[in-house]
């Protein structure tokens, strides 16, 4: 008796307490297949620049897209590399913008 109540109650609370629950949550914008397969290959060019690129260790440099606008993450040893990555990622086909986070590393004296 006391199961088949709470399986009532349940039944009619579901609907009004979850989406007061899940208010709170922001959607994510969902990319289509296009825009995926899209910033993979911006993805792709710029790491592969980095990668290119002697003066640079950029396998500690993290590179994420979306919709043309590339992140970079991780470390660098001088101002100068963190320079020269926003400067490769700039020059890759379809950047329109390069947010550099990149961290440099204080070398011990």
Do not use: C, R, W
């Amino acid at each position: 008796m006391k199961a088949k109540l709470f399986i009532i109650l349940s039944l009619i609370a579901l609907p009004i307490v979850g989406p007061m629950a899940m208010g709170n949550h922001k959607i994510l914008p969902q990319e289509s297949t296009g825009q995926y397969v899209d910033n993979s290959v911006i993805t792709l060019k710029v790491k592969s620049k980095l990668l290119a690129d002697p003066d640079l260790k950029s396998l500690a440099i993290s590179v994420m897209s979306y919709k043309g606008q590339v992140k970079l993450t991780g470390f660098v040893d001088t101002d100068a590399e963190k320079l020269q990555a926003t400067k490769l990622a700039k020059q890759v086909e379809g950047v329109t913008n390069v947010t550099n986070a990149l961290i440099v590393k204080k070398m011990p004296k």
